[in-house]
């Protein structure tokens, strides 16, 4: 069984910084970033990237070497992808602050509001509903972290945890000081239009939460096995027959039963901004499946049947 050489070279600047002698043919991406872990401390696994040219994209964890296309003298570079942190503590973070925060407006505590309102309550019942339905949707997101999702990549970049958590942190604390103020004003349509747009929410709650099982369904524990989803019994399950990304289909759903309940212009605001964020994730997911499957669905559109 021959052996290979393998060397690796800053991307930036070319210079050596590790040569692999006698690496077996079947060794991955993955083991050779642990070797080379061994030599440079400073950059753990997670932290690399390896890729066949300086500018080129990262190769997966789990290409094998011998399917490369190199010799047996192979040269690979190395980009540094900066600290990381796992996915799972992200999201228990940027989604544990919206709920925390939204709580201390509704319940008044002082220095948000002023001094003669502090632990008041409101005298308008859509308040309270919509701050069930705000706790309700970052619990459940923090129930799926712990138990349903299974991320394809362990870690990512340190420095979007202060991004995420200024995002999500940010527009919670702006949607509760209006929603919660004492001079806030019930929808416009009145017991209708919230009782309407409760329906919407928790329809969209609910078909969010199966897409997130399905999607779980589809990944054996402790694989990176990426499969076309397709509709199953569970008929919030169907509108994949449409759609690539439906999960973020039903997110905005969701908030948008959330922002008709309130009728408040921050919601709405956040709830554009979630779209358009959403939408780029779909369109680069959709294309994804394209590329990787031949027979992929042709009806489909990444987040707005035969719209989007």
């Known amino acids: 069984m021959k052996h290979y050489e393998v060397e690796i070279l800053d991307a930036k600047t070319k210079d050596k910084l590790c040569f692999l002698d006698k690496v077996e043919p079947n060794a991955t991406i993955g083991e050779i970033k642990s070797m080379f872990h061994k030599s440079h401390p400073q950059w753990y696994p997670a932290r690399q990237s390896i890729r066949l040219d300086p500018k080129g994209k990262s190769l997966k964890d789990e290409d094998v070497l011998q399917h490369l296309p190199v010799g047996t003298t192979a040269t690979f570079y190395f980009r540094d992808l900066g600290a990381q942190i ?4 992200v999201f228990l973070t940027e989604y544990t602050g919206p709920l925390v925060i939204y709580l201390m407006f509704y319940f008044r505590v002082p220095f948000i509001y002023a001094p003669k309102y502090d632990f008041t309550t409101s005298k308008h019942w859509v308040v309270h509903l919509a701050c069930m339905c705000h706790s309700f949707h970052y619990v459940k997101r923090l129930l799926e972290t712990l138990f349903v999702h299974r991320f394809s990549h362990g870690t990512m970049p340190l420095r979007n945890i202060f991004k995420n958590c200024t995002y999500y942190w940010g527009f ?3 949607m509760a000081y209006y929603i919660n103020h004492p001079l806030y004003t019930p929808p ?3 017991e209708q239009q ?3 747009a409760l329906i919407i ?14 999607l779980r369904n589809l990944r054996p ?3 990176k096995t990426r499969k076309i989803p397709y509709p199953t019994k569970n008929p919030f399950t169907w509108i994949f027959l449409l759609v690539s990304c439906p999960n973020y289909t039903y997110e905005l759903g969701s908030w948008l039963g959330f922002t008709l309940m309130t009728q408040c212009l921050p919601v709405a605001f956040f709830t554009l901004v979630g779209f358009i964020q959403m ?5 680069g997911k959709h294309r994804s499946y394209l590329k990787e499957f031949r027979d992929y669905p042709p009806l489909r559109s990444p987040i707005l049947p035969f719209i989007l």
Not at 279 to 283: D, H, P, Q
Request: proline share 3%.
């Open 279 to 283: 939408t780029v994730w779909a369109k």
């Open 201 to 214: 929410f928790l329809f969209c709650q609910i078909g969010n939460f199966s897409i997130h099982v399905a």
């Open 194 to 196: 919230i009782r309407l």
């Open 86 to 89: 796992s996915w799972v503590t």
């Open 221 to 223: 524990p402790g694989s």
């Open 172 to 174: 919670a604390a702006w």
């Open 188 to 190: 416009i349509y009145g």
